[in-house]
Structure formats: C-alpha cells, structure tokens
C-alpha cells in the first residue's frame, strides 16, 4: 500500500498511517487502502490498532483531511460522505478497533480516533477539531461522536471555538483511556489488545454490536445476543474451566 503500513500480528492487525511528508493527513488513496483494510476484517474478524508514524523528535496521527483535495470537493463529494462512510465502517468492524494516537490528531484525524473503541494516548497527544475555522463543519462524526465521548460543553468548545485538548485532559474527561510516554504507547496498545484477546471472541464481538444497538431495543437484543452465546461451546469450556479452577 501506498499510504498504510499494514502489519498482521495474528490476533491483530496494526496498521500505520503513513504519509509524514503531510502529517498523514487523510487523502482519497488513504481512504481506499483504509477501505481495503476493512474489507479484509471484516472477513476475518480480528482486532485493530490504528496509529500513525512518529519519530523520537515528534508524533503525528493524522493532522486531517489532505485540505488540498478538501479544497476541490465541491456538494456532490460532500453527500458521498466520503470520510464519514469510512469512519462508520471501522467503527462497526466486527472486533474492536484501538487508536494508539500520539502527537496531534486534528480535524478528520481526530474523528477517526473517535471512530474507535478505544483511544490510547501519548503525552504529546493533542486532540482537536478547527474545521470551522477552514469554512466546512467536522461532517465525518465529529459533532455527535465528540459529544458521546466528552459531552456536550466540551465538545462545543472544541468544535465552535477551536480548543484544542492535550493528554491529560483527555484522560481527564474519558476521551482516552489511558496516557503513556511516546515510546511506551505501542506496547500500551498491544497490552489492551492483549486483554481483549483473552476473552471469548464471539462474546466480543455481540457486546461489541449490542453496545451499539438503540436503546428502545434492549433488552431483546441483549436476550438474542445471549441465547447464541448460552448455545456456544466457548461458554461451555470457559465456564467448566472456571468452575474447575475454584475447585483447585
């Protein structure tokens, strides 16, 4: 791939966004190859750790959308949703998705950190949205994915007024769920990674679906979801290797 670094780890796939000479701002062939990933997951089902690349001077996870095409979309680009499809579609791949996100995460770059399950952050780590300030609105998930992570007020504040947020704060106020140094914040991935992958894939991946269901359809989808893991043999192996190791 020409934009992506794409790394299979079995259990994973990790995949770097890589065009440093731009700070991995999100083009048209990003959003193919990113498309590609995918395509790919959602054949074969694993977890996904999206970061971008860095160096020991500076982090970059994507400063946002390549402002050179975003200058020659016109309407018609617009209601194609080009980022926004593509951003749902990571958020609803069947296994959960990380962002590992150090340096900044600005405009499109910041909505598709918001796109994951989880976010992971270094220090360095600066979340924002400018995109009023450019004439356009954060139109790819950012004025409802923002406000679910961090609220309304602050969510207001980084859209309408351009704040900006750093590491901390965004540990502060749950829009990361944890902050690492710069060279410790893969093997934090990889760490979270490692946690998810101990559990029953299949029970991960229906909460994973539940969690995302409106709410006048719980509980039934709860009940659905549970009838097929109460059927699945993991259930049955993990709870009889449970039930056995309390006997030990």
């Known amino acids: 791939m020409s934009t992506l670094q794409v790394r299979d780890a079995g259990d994973r796939v990790i995949v770097v966004l890589d065009r440093p000479e731009v700070r991995n701002a999100i083009d048209d062939a990003m959003a ?6 995918c395509a790919e997951l959602e054949r074969d089902p694993r977890i996904l750790i999206v970061t971008g690349t860095t160096s020991a001077e500076r982090g970059v996870f994507a400063a946002g959308a390549d402002i050179g095409g975003l200058l020659e979309r016109g309407r018609d680009q617009a209601l194609a949703g080009i980022n926004s499809s593509l951003f749902t579609r990571i958020a609803e791949l069947p296994a959960p998705v990380i962002a590992a996100v ?7 770059g910041a909505e598709l950190a918001y796109a994951a399950d989880f976010r992971v952050a270094s220090t360095r780590a600066v979340f924002g949205n400018p995109e009023v300030g450019l004439g356009i609105l ?5 004025t409802w ?3 679910e992570l961090v609220g309304v007020a602050l969510a207001k504040e980084m ?6 947020v ?11 769920t944890s902050v690492h140094e710069p060279e410790d914040l893969a093997a934090a991935a990889d760490a979270l990674a490692d946690r998810i992958a101990e ?5 991960v991946r229906l909460t994973k679906r539940v969690l995302r269901a409106p709410r006048d359809a719980h509980p039934l989808v709860d009940d659905l979801a549970q009838a097929v893991l ?4 993991a259930k049955r192996d993990r709870m009889t290797a449970f039930l056995s190791s309390r006997k030990g």
């Open 32 to 37: 193919r190859e990113l498309h590609e990933v």
């Open 102 to 108: 150090d340096g900044f995460a600005m405009g499109g």
């Open 138 to 142: 954060a139109a790819a998930g950012g």
């Open 145 to 147: 994915r923002l406000q």
């Open 159 to 164: 859209l309408l007024a351009g704040r900006r």
């Open 166 to 176: 750093g590491a901390a704060e965004a540990l502060e106020r749950g829009l990361v």
């Open 199 to 203: 559990q029953d894939p299949l029970a």
């Open 230 to 233: 109460f059927e699945s043999d």
